[in-house]
């Protein structure tokens, strides 16, 4: 039996707010869309993001993560997206054909653009190689939201997370209104990568300590999770001898940062930035496989998730745009968006030089109070943002207007 | 005068703000500095006078395609109502299908607050019995 093989303008891969709004935005633009995620439900991880705090910036109003999601779900269906659930993109070549599997059938679609919003995935116990034994009761903090909050296990009593990114921080409180005793917040910075808003309303509410410049050296325990070592770390980030203590817990959790899912864009061609693990992009959010966009987390970790669907509804517009006749790759004169002092890393990577606006979204190094970022081209000053505040945990955008086009070399971002 | 600093938990932004404010605390007393909106200065009061919080928990769901669904306080309630709060939504079941905004407690905790439903839950698909 032949495969059935269909064409769409456009595929989205992933069903999450940087997918939806993609989506949602690409078929509001005229073409026509193909949606495909691997879970039976829509809205990624926002099903499981049960606290509030989504959607000040792009509803005006405090929205769950799960009534967040349904908004973008109904916004792709209201713009007639073809979306598929429980559908997994097993392959994805470089001239735009997807592989799909779902239960029962295996199908080919060839798309005009295809957007990758496959979101990231937590870093494990393995990539931060803490020594000791392998009881149970070590969770990365996401494994233990979908346990707690969509399949009803209860993770543990006495709970140690490691990290203070925003997952742990919700999950202190999460797992302290289910009536465990989460003893501290270990973290091996010394300063929070969390929101300042969950230190307050997490940690501070429920008096868990906060343990900057310390991390878990040491993991006890046979069946089941006894205690860890926890110890100082100095300023080169190693371990400082004679200051560990001990700490009884059943239950660890590991806040630790997050990767972007990328295997499939690898594999299609695409070029990543080795800081966002992401994909490089010019300002259309297209890599450098002609055709294939990318956005939400699986470009780069977002804060808010607010932020993810608004980059996911402008590569949407420009996926459409291309899917319809727009320029190749070959045809623009692309000018290079560099790194410069202070900023960890730029997104886009390049522009078009014919570009009459940009939004440039960044990070910082360090924190640091009252910096300028700015945007500069052959030593002339495009755009600039004064930041009271500047936080690697915070992304932060300048929208520079190019005038008639930019005749530099080369664009740099820079912190002063 | 008394003095506090606290996080302002109402958007993203966390300002870190300065309260100083003489006798008891009120609209007039009350002065803030490091917001930058002028939502701070509620915040601020509320968090001296009667702090309050939304609490987002889960409930039990028979028959529905997952065991639970997500559930929130209409609106933000008295701290010292949390607690008791989430033990009273605790012991509630609700029946599949559940949707979006459905009332689970009208009053919970007796304060005025109801908590609602912020996940969809669809009924699960009937087995087909053996035989």
Redesign the interface.
């Known amino acids: 039996m032949s495969e059935p093989k269909r064409h769409t303008d456009v595929a989205v891969i992933g069903g999450g707010p940087a997918g939806l709004a993609a989506a949602a935005a690409a078929a509001n633009a005229g073409a026509e869309v193909v949606l495909v995620d691997r879970n039976?439900r829509l809205g990624g991880i926002l099903?499981q993001c049960?606290?509030?705090?989504f959607g000040?910036h792009a509803f005006g109003e405090?929205l769950?993560g799960?009534?967040f999601g349904?908004r973008y779900v109904a916004r792709a269906t209201e713009a007639g997206v073809d979306l598929r659930v429980s559908t997994m993109v097993a392959e994805l070549s470089a001239d735009r054909e997807l592989v799909c599997t779902s239960p029962g059938s295996r199908t080919r679609l060839a798309a005009s653009s295809v957007i990758l919003a496959m979101g990231c995935r937590e870093r494990t116990r393995g990539m931060l190689r803490i020594p000791g034994t392998r009881p149970s009761g070590v969770y990365t903090a996401g494994t233990a939201q979908w346990l707690?909050?969509?399949?009803?296990v209860r993770v543990g009593r006495r709970v140690l997370i490691l990290g203070s990114g925003d997952i742990g921080l919700i999950m202190a409180r999460r797992l302290t209104?289910?009536g465990a005793e989460v003893v501290g917040v270990v973290e091996l910075l010394p300063y929070p990568s969390g929101?300042?808003?969950?230190?307050?309303?997490c940690l501070?509410?429920y008096g868990i300590p906060l343990y900057l410049s310390h991390s878990v050296t040491c993991i006890h325990g046979v069946d089941r999770l006894e205690r860890v070592t926890v110890s100082r770390f100095d300023d080169d980030r190693r371990p400082i001898p004679g200051t560990e203590f001990d700490v009884a817990c059943d239950t660890l959790l590991l806040s630790v940062g997050l990767i972007p899912e990328n295997e499939l864009s690898r594999r299609a061609g695409v070029l990543l930035d080795p800081t966002t693990s992401g994909a490089q992009v010019d300002d259309r959010y297209m890599t450098n496989v002609d055709g294939i966009f990318s956005c939400g987390n699986v470009l780069h970790i977002h804060?808010?998730a607010d932020w993810a669907a608004e980059e996911g509804a402008r590569a949407g517009v420009r996926a459409a745009e291309y899917a319809a006749g727009g320029a190749r790759r070959e045809a623009l004169d692309l000018v290079p968006i560099e790194v410069g002092p202070g900023i960890r890393y730029v997104l886009p990577q390049a522009t078009a030089r014919s570009a009459k606006r940009l939004l440039v979204s960044f990070r910082v190094v360090e924190p640091a109070d009252h910096r300028t970022a700015e945007v500069v081209a052959g030593g002339r000053d495009l755009a600039s943002l004064s930041l009271?505040?500047a936080h690697p945990a915070t992304m932060v955008q300048i929208e520079v207007d190019c005038g008639d086009g930019l005749d530099a070399e080369r664009l740099e971002v820079r912190l002063r | 005068m008394s003095e506090r600093q606290m996080t302002c938990i109402l958007c993203p932004n966390g300002c870190e703000i300065d309260v100083r404010w003489t006798g008891t605390p009120t609209d007039d007393t009350i002065r803030v500095e490091g917001n930058l909106c002028p939502r701070g200065v509620g915040y601020a009061l509320e968090e001296l006078t009667h702090p309050k919080r939304t609490l987002t928990t889960s409930v039990l769901v028979r028959d529905g395609v997952e065991p639970q669904a997500s559930v929130k306080t209409a609106k933000p309630i008295p701290c010292e109502s949390i607690e008791t709060a989430r033990r009273e939504v605790a012991t509630a079941t609700l029946d599949a299908p559940v949707t979006i905004g459905q009332t689970v407690v009208d009053d919970v905790a007796g304060t005025g607050v109801a908590v609602v439903v912020t996940r969809a839950v669809p009924r699960r698909a009937a087995e087909r019995s053996a035989g």
């Open positions: 039976p099903n049960i606290h509030d705090g000040l405090v769950t799960p009534e349904e707690t909050n969509m399949a009803n209104w289910e929101l300042p808003r969950n230190i307050s309303q501070d509410d804060d808010l009271r505040h």
